[in-house]
């Protein structure tokens, strides 16, 4: 494999600080066994490029050739109150919080009473976690390059597990914060989430960067959804200018089980989502819903996979963008239907509104279909406002400026029907009116 | 209150206003009626400010001034309104909401402070009860999926709402049922006073019978062929419009 030169500085970074990490790990031989594969598989592939098909229109280039601390200091210095904007506060929450990719117990809230929510490098230490790690850590992901370099490195990030028929009383957050206070900063954090059968929870993620130093965050998360399972994960992804992220995240479900996971990508330098459905059982529900809504050069790239691997399921995409300035967005998303997988029924649409004529999004759906009793839907549209409706608008007093506002931020905004936390749903349309300069004047 | 001096307008190389004269003042009813294609929703459009149309000749004047240069918001600011045939379907945004910031738009421009969230709030009970209007209906999407009857109720609730001086009803009838005809009519006549001023556009002497005109225009291709009092609609209703067209050609 060509392996530009240019990344080899960081890739050879990671190789040989690889040796130091594992070697002042207390992990079971069985985990070392996992990382030491892992750091082959990214050995081999290094870094994706643009040769790469799936990568075609993101490029890491300007990511890898800076040089990055792969530890962070975490000295605490952060107060609540600097940081308090970047919660959920209005309810009350479960927080899993890290700083520079260690564990803040000073601004978390975990629990052990029915349910875990603690944190992963606990998790892969104590014995008492050992049959969980067993049977899920690392199992449930692709083994890609980028997914393969989170493994080699994982110790820290959220461990989540609701066992059979419990629901978790509370959202949870799931907070990494990047002060970057010596130099640019990679993280890799890692979060395994399990949900047996019968069982529910939502999650909330973010990632969040709080100064102007360059964060790369490689992070993975593993979900597993039991039969009857529910799932309901939130990504919230507005983080400053100089801060990109690689969200991989891989879901196992099963039987009668529903999973949800929606997108925000509303700031970052690149942000991409390796989203990856797994249906192994009967009767799932897959939900993948995004809106991104971003300006300057920023780039968001959704590449979703929903591979249905058994009969009457359905999968349901709804992903919408919105790009001003020089910013770029993609869509790749990609539907698998094996051919044992009938009574499919898969939706996916991406709707997009160019601002600028500088902005440009690439999307395209990928179907493999080898079922033939399926019912599948994919629509694909790049457009400008409709100028009939803002005529409409204006006969009624709602100039142009507000009017074009306006009806961004409905269409955006359609895709918050399904958040089913209305704390959230309020923030994140706030979020939205504020970053297209809807004057609220009104309740939602 | 408006005056239209030979109104020419078009599309493209195309003409459809061919010299349009009307004098409308406060107090007054105006009807328009005239066969399908003659350019009676092109003369509301360009009168709300469509900038589509190109004006080619003559003057708008509204309370004197002329209002060609200006955009259809600040038109709507100064008090045009303009109900549509073909209301335009907005997703996302409820009916509720659309209205308020309509509302406030409009206060800004003139000045004022967004309207109390209690005043709002009754004016909308107030006004949603005029017209019938059920709660729910307000919280959907603005006209999306709604019945051809309920946009246009819906047209004459924002109508209600914005209290326009000048309220242009472009075939306001079409599509509602006759107890709906009787609300939105109804509706139409609480709003009449001697400040303001209504021109319905419609192909049917019924609305009329309920919003009664002071006036009735036949435009036929682009020129209004013949005004006349109410009965001119009687008349039209039972005759058909080929006897204007008749008369106009000797
Ligand atoms: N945007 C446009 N592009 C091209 N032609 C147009 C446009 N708008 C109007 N016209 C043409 O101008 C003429 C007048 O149309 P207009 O809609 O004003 O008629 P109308 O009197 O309202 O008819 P109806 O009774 O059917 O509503 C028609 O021939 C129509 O095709
Ligand atoms: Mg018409």
Redesign the pocket.
């Known amino acids: 494999m060509n392996i530009e030169s240019r990344n080899m500085s960081l890739k050879d970074k990671l190789l040989s600080s690889y040796l130091t990490f594992q070697e002042n790990q207390d992990f079971d031989n069985s985990i070392h066994d996992i990382k030491d594969a892992a750091i082959k598989v990214f050995e081999e592939k290094g870094f994706p490029t643009r040769k790469d098909e799936n990568w075609k229109y993101t490029s890491l280039n300007s990511l890898v050739k800076e040089d990055y601390s792969l530890v962070g200091r975490n000295d605490d210095a952060v107060e609540f109150r600097d940081v308090k904007k970047f919660f959920l506060n209005d309810i009350d929450t479960y927080k899993i919080v890290f700083i520079d990719g260690k564990y803040s117990s000073y601004l978390s809230e975990t629990t052990h009473d029915g349910v875990d929510v603690c944190l992963l490098s606990a998790a892969l230490t104590k014995p008492k976690y050992k049959s969980v790690i067993d049977k899920y850590f690392d199992k449930i992901l692709k083994k890609d390059s980028l997914t393969s370099l989170n493994t080699a490195f994982a110790r820290e990030g959220a461990y989540i597990y609701v066992p059979k028929g419990k629901a978790v009383s509370k959202p949870i957050q799931i907070v990494h914060f990047a002060t970057g206070v010596e130099s640019n900063l990679m993280l890799q954090p890692r979060n395994l989430v399990v949900v047996e059968e019968n069982a529910e929870v939502q999650i909330i993620e973010r990632h969040q960067s709080l100064n102007s130093n360059p964060v790369f965050t490689n992070s993975v998360t593993e979900i597993y959804a039991g039969n009857h399972a529910r799932v309901d994960y939130y990504k919230i992804q507005n983080d400053k200018e100089q801060a990109s992220l690689i969200d991989n995240t891989h879901i196992d479900q099963q039987t009668s089980s529903e999973v949800a996971v929606h997108t925000f990508s509303f700031g970052g330098k690149l942000t991409r989502n390796n989203l990856n459905f797994y249906q192994n059982g009967e009767h799932n529900n897959s939900i993948l819903k995004g809106v991104t809504i971003i300006e300057d050069k920023q780039h968001v790239d959704h590449n979703t996979l929903v591979h249905h691997k058994q009969p009457n399921c359905e999968s349901h995409q709804d992903y919408k963008g919105i790009f001003d300035d020089r910013s770029t967005g993609v869509f790749n998303g990609k539907v698998i239907v094996d051919s044992i997988a009938q009574k499919i029924n898969a939706y996916q649409s991406n709707n997009n509104i160019l601002v600028s004529d500088k902005a440009s999004i690439n999307s395209k759906p990928q179907l493999e279909i080898f079922a033939d009793d399926v019912r599948c839907s994919h629509g694909c549209t790049i457009g400008q406002l409709d100028e009939d409706a803002l005529f409409y608008m204006k006969t009624r007093g709602i100039g142009e400026k507000e009017g074009r506002a306006l009806l961004m931020y409905a269409f955006a905004n359609n895709v918050l029907e399904s958040v089913k936390i209305p704390q959230l749903k309020s923030r994140i349309t706030k979020l939205i009116a504020n970053k297209l300069g809807v004057n609220l004047g009104f309740e939602v | 209150m408006l005056e239209i001096k030979n109104l020419n307008a078009?599309?493209?190389d195309?003409d459809?206003?061919r010299g349009i004269d009307l004098k409308v003042n406060a107090g007054e009813v105006h009807a328009i009626m005239?066969?399908?294609?003659?350019?009676?929703?092109?003369?509301?459009?360009v009168i709300a400010g469509k900038e589509?149309?190109e004006v080619t000749d003559g003057d708008i004047l509204f309370e004197g001034e002329s209002i060609l240069e200006m955009d259809a918001d600040e038109r709507a600011h100064k008090g045009v309104f303009l109900s549509f045939?073909y209301p335009v379907e907005i997703p996302g945004v409820s009916v509720t909401n659309f209205i308020k910031t309509a509302i406030n738009q409009t206060r800004k421009a003139k000045g004022l402070e967004d309207m109390p969230a209690s005043e709002m709030l009754k004016k909308i009970r107030e006004k949603s009860e005029l017209l019938e209007i059920d709660r729910k209906f307000l919280s959907r999407s603005l006209n999306e999926g709604f019945s051809g009857g309920e946009k246009k109720r819906n047209e004459i609730f924002q109508m209600a709402m914005l209290e326009p001086k000048l309220a242009i009803l472009?075939?306001t009838d079409s599509g509602l049922d006759i107890d709906a005809l009787r609300i939105v009519s109804n509706g139409v006549n609480k709003l009449r006073s001697s400040d303001n001023a209504v021109i319905v556009?419609t192909?049917y002497q019924r609305l009329l019978e309920y919003i009664v005109p002071d006036f009735v225009h036949v435009?036929v291709n682009?020129k209004i062929v013949k005004s006349g009092g109410k009965e001119l609609a009687l008349e039209l209703e039972e005759k058909g419009y080929d006897w204007v067209k008749a008369e106009t050609t000797v």
Do not use: A, F
């Open positions: 078009g599309i493209e195309k459809i206003l005239g066969p399908n294609g003659s350019g009676k929703s092109t003369l509301s459009s589509e149309y045939q472009d075939e556009i192909h435009l682009g």
